[in-house]
């Protein structure tokens, strides 16, 4: 989650980019919730999530940047 910033430029337009771009990011975006989901309870904390904010992330809409959304999540639960 280290490029949040340049993410956040991306997605409100700043840095280029279109819909089908946006749409692109946000299912790799997806992909990767997936790739966590995949692991252990213990990893996850190390990463400050837990599994039912993962999942949460999973199932936000393509529309979404998944990643962004976590992110979003789990500095609003600090």
């Known amino acids: 989650m280290d490029d949040y910033a340049m993410q956040q430029a991306q997605f409100s337009g700043g840095v ?3 819909i089908l771009a946006r749409l692109q990011a946000n299912w790799h975006s997806r992909r990767a919730m997936a790739q966590l989901l995949g692991l252990n309870d213990a990893s996850l904390r190390d990463l400050g999530v837990t599994r039912a904010d993962v ?4 199932h936000r809409p393509l529309t979404e940047n998944a990643a962004m959304a976590l992110a979003d999540r789990v500095r609003w639960h600090q």
């Open 55 to 58: 999942d949460w992330a999973a």
């Open 16 to 18: 280029g980019g279109g």
